[in-house]
């Protein structure tokens, strides 16, 4: 399995609803990632897992909640969203093998994310 | 912290045509630096990237170079093909974070 795969594809949401997006790959990577994208806008990094544990929160305000329970799954909770949250929320991972100079980033699909 | 500078925002040239973007970088530390392309509401795919000991590198009709004094590096297509349209971002990688150019939008005119 080569991919990244996240779930659901589509999410609308309330501001007052709780919900979680789902990322998931079994390439035996170590760090997973969560970014935000607008449109016409690049990948906006918000967190960083490496070996399941947080290493970079890009000053994300809380209503987003990241969550790795194991090293294959990452997922992002969300509650209270504003109207400014709907956006593209693309999940990647890298191997980061610190032996390593560089370490590829492969990116899933994406939840097109809209909060009303 | 890393800030990557990205040019043109858009870009048209006509099928069978090159394409080039430039990119420049800030943080002489930054070692990676990866092009992706982003068809419209799919993920950025990598397409070709190039690691600070190596000046230039290429892959059938994409090329990439990379002056480390000067700190930029451009994309250069090619034989440009209909299939080539799409947005393409530059980025720098220096510890675990990818910072992204704001992309270049490049259409292939038949």
Known sequence: DTEVTQTPKHLVMGMTNKKSL????????????????????????????SYEKLSINESVPS?????????SLLNL??????????????????????????????????TRLTVL | GENVEQHPSTLSVQEGDSAVIKCTYSDSASNYFPWYKQE?????????????????KKDQRIAVTLNKTAK????????????????YFCAGQGAQKLVFGQGTRLTINP
Not at chain 1, 22 to 49: S, T
Request: net charge neutral; with cysteine; aromatic share 10%.
């Open chain 2, 40 to 56: 419209l509401g799919k993920r950025p795919q990598l397409i070709i990237d190039i690691r600070s000991n190596v000046g230039e």
């Open chain 1, 63 to 71: 209503r987003f909640s990241p969550e790795c329970p194991n090293s």
């Open chain 1, 22 to 49: 789902k990322c998931e790959q079994h390439m035996g990577h170590r760090a997973m990632y969560w970014y935000k994208q607008k449109a016409k806008k690049p990948p906006e990094l918000m967190f960083v897992y």
């Open chain 1, 77 to 110: 909770h969300l509650h209270a969203l504003q109207p400014e949250d709907s956006a593209l929320y693309l999940c990647a991972s890298s191997r980061d093998d610190p032996r390593l100079a560089y370490n590829e980033q492969f990116f899933g699909p994406g």
């Open chain 2, 72 to 87: 930029h590096f451009s994309l250069h297509i090619t034989e440009t093909q209909p299939e080539d349209s799409a947005v």
